[in-house]
Each structure stands twice: as C-alpha cells, then as structure tokens.
C-alpha cells in the first residue's frame, strides 16, 4: 500500500462585507476636482455625489466590475486558489438590490466561482463605487444603498448558517462597521470564530474609519489573527490611539498586533507600503520586513494600468496561502504577486486562466538564472501597489 501522505485540501474562506458594483472610468482632473476626490482615498458617498454615477456613465467609457473591499479580495483568493486546484473554497455575503447591477454582481461572482449568498433588497439598489482613476492612481465614492442595509436576521438564515459552519477562515473590510447590521454580523462572526476555534481576518480599509468608527473597530479586533492595513491607515490608527509614532510602519505594526485579544494564539498585523518593503508583525516577534521585488516584479512603469483593488488583491493573495496552510513569507510573495497582476489590467480583474505562483524560494520552484533573477529583483514602479 502507498505510504505517500494525502494532500491537504485547502481551507474555506467566507467574506462579509458591503457588495459593490465598481463604476470605473479613467477621468481628468477636472472630474476629481467637481466631485471633491482625492487621489488614494476612499469615502463614502454624500448627497452632493448622487448624481455622479449616471453623469459618469454618460460623459465617460466605464466598466462595470463587482467590487467592494471584501468582495474583491475574497474573488482574488478564489483565483489564487484555483492555481493550486482549489475550487469552491471562496463564499461572500451581502446585501444587494433585486435590480439589473444585482444581477450583474451575482453573474460576476459565478463566474469567479465565488459563492454568494445575498440578502436581496426591493426597497434599495444595489450599491456601486465610483472608480475615478488618473495617471494609473484611483479615487473611490461608494454609494452603499443596499449594501448598508443588511440585516442580521439574513445572518440565521439556512444558507447563511451552513455558509458560517462550513467556513474557516473569515475576511472582513473595516466598512461594514459603518452601519448597524454590518456591526453585529461582524461581532456574530467574531464570537463564533473564537468559539470554534477559527481564523479570523480584518482590514482597517480606509483612514476614515480608524478616525471615526474606532471603537467597533477594536472590539472586532479583540478576536482577530490578521490585521491588515496600508500605511496611511497605520498612520490613522496610531493617530487615533494616541501612540505618537508617526509614520513608523514597523513599529506601529508591532502595536496594532500586541493590542488586546481574546484569543489564544498571537495576533499578526500586515501592513502594506505600496511599493516600499511590505511589514508583518506577530505579537512577540520582532517585525519582519518584505520588500516588494521577484516574482512577478519586472514591471515597468509603462505597464502598470490601475491600482484600484490592488491592496485587495494583496489580501487575496494572502488569503489564498493561509487556506493552504502557507509559511506568512510565502502568503506575502503571494500578496505581491496578485496585486502585481492587478496592476497591469483595469479594475480588480484577473486572467482567465489559474494564476502559476511560484518565487525563487518556494520548496520546488526552479532557481531563475542570474540574469533572469536580476530582472525579477529590480524594484517596481513607485506607483505601484499594494496600498
């Protein structure tokens, strides 16, 4: 009889979070400048915003892609996975409008081979976002309508439930926690995480909701192993925590993973710099650092095309790794290449076809040549993320 030791299937991954449908177009200033946008930030949508949407679609050529912070990461690690022939190992829940971009989110979704499990409103639409991008950077404005208006009653639901048993590792943006039903789901995810012993990952997502949403914020952080964060949302949590340390990525890492936990094993921060070296932190470790460079990192600036959703991807990528019971150095290199493939193509998209991960020190990958190993370290554009 063979001794060979079976393979082990790879973890599922559940996503909660706001479902949105990304409205993209490549704008001018002028377009920023009329709506009140800035460059690598997101906000949410005010009155003065409404008419945007529909003025986009008119004055420029968009692409409508399913987006929303959770959403595109968890349809990243499905890709990912699906390169280690993991298939239907990816599941979100949501909120969205029984209408046509609904219906568009739900066909996306299918074909990523993602699970969606949606509460579906007839009172509002489904939500979008706003992607104004210039010079391959992004502005977002999201419209949450149906996504803020998920109900905790949906989270008992049959499909729901079976969904959150079967689950083992959970994702969630720090954007739910905006409004009522989005809070306590993610609190419910939380306790039953704790409970029965599984992963739990969320991301700052934005500097706005370290600033005002800071105590929901560091409740769900209490049950959390990964933080995730860019740098300027490092910077606004420390901010808001009082630390005085500045812009001193590393150390406030090494913070955001000492910060109170219930559970019992320590607690890991991620905190990405776009291109400057990516920052993981473990609660009694000393943080280590990742510079973005290898594989697939022979971009040049000519080839990045848009940033938008590349610090999700990162977190896809990552994702992908941990259900594969990867080393964190090897989910990072992971991170890096998704968002690396992000880059060169508009929106959070990805080829048709598996993604082939491997770098220089994966157990089995070949040895790139010195020359062919010279061009995988050059540094990457400055433009470039994960953020």
């Not at 109170?260 to 320590?266: D, L, N, Y």
Request: glycine residues 8%; charged residues 20%.
């Amino acid at each position: 009889p063979s001794l060979a030791r079976p393979a082990r299937m790879a973890k599922s991954i559940l996503g909660f979070g706001n479902p949105l449908l990304d409205i993209s177009a490549t704008v001018e200033q002028s377009v920023l400048d009329e709506w009140g946008a800035q460059l690598n930030n997101a906000i949410l949508a005010e009155d003065k915003h409404k008419p945007l949407y529909a003025k986009l679609a008119e004055t420029h050529e968009v692409e409508y892609i399913a987006g929303g912070a959770t959403l595109n990461a968890v349809r990243v690690a499905q890709w990912m996975l699906s390169g280690a022939k993991e298939l239907g190992k990816a599941s979100f829940i949501g909120c969205i409008g029984e209408d046509k971009f609904g219906a568009t989110m739900e066909a996306q979704l299918a074909s990523d081979g993602v699970k969606g499990i949606f509460q579906k409103s007839t009172e509002v639409p489904t939500g979008t976002c706003a992607v104004l991008v210039k010079d391959s950077e992004r502005s977002l404005i999201a419209n949450l309508a149906a996504a803020e208006k998920y109900d905790a009653a949906h989270f008992a639901s049959p499909e729901a439930k079976a969904a959150v048993d079967a689950a083992q590792i959970f994702y969630m943006a720090g954007f739910p926690l905006t409004h009522d039903g989005g809070k306590s789901t993610v609190m419910a995810i939380c306790e039953h995480a704790a409970a029965a012993g599984k992963t739990v990952c969320m991301n700052v997502s934005a500097p706005f909701i370290a600033q005002f949403f800071k105590d929901p914020l560091l409740a769900a952080f209490e049950y959390t192993d990964f933080i995730f964060c860019n740098e300027s949302e490092a910077e606004a949590i420390a901010e808001a925590l009082g630390w005085g340390l500045g812009k001193d990525s590393a150390a406030i890492a090494a913070k955001l993973a000492e910060l109170p936990s219930k559970r019992s094993t320590p607690r890991t921060a991620v905190v990405t710099q776009g291109s400057e070296a990516t920052i993981v932190a473990t609660a009694g470790s000393a943080p280590q650092s990742f510079p973005v460079a290898g594989n697939p990192w022979s971009l040049t600036k000519e080839q990045l095309v848009d940033t938008n959703g590349a610090g999700d991807a990162f977190v896809g990528g990552f994702l992908s790794q941990l259900a594969l019971g990867k080393d964190h150095e090897t989910a990072v290199r992971a991170g890096h290449f998704a968002a690396g493939t992000i880059i060169q193509r508009a929106g959070c998209t990805f080829p048709a076809e598996a993604p082939d991960f491997k770098w220089p020190g994966m157990r089995g990958a070949r040895r790139p040549g010195r020359a062919r190993a010279a061009r995988q370290e050059a540094p990457p554009p400055r433009e470039a993320l994960p953020r």
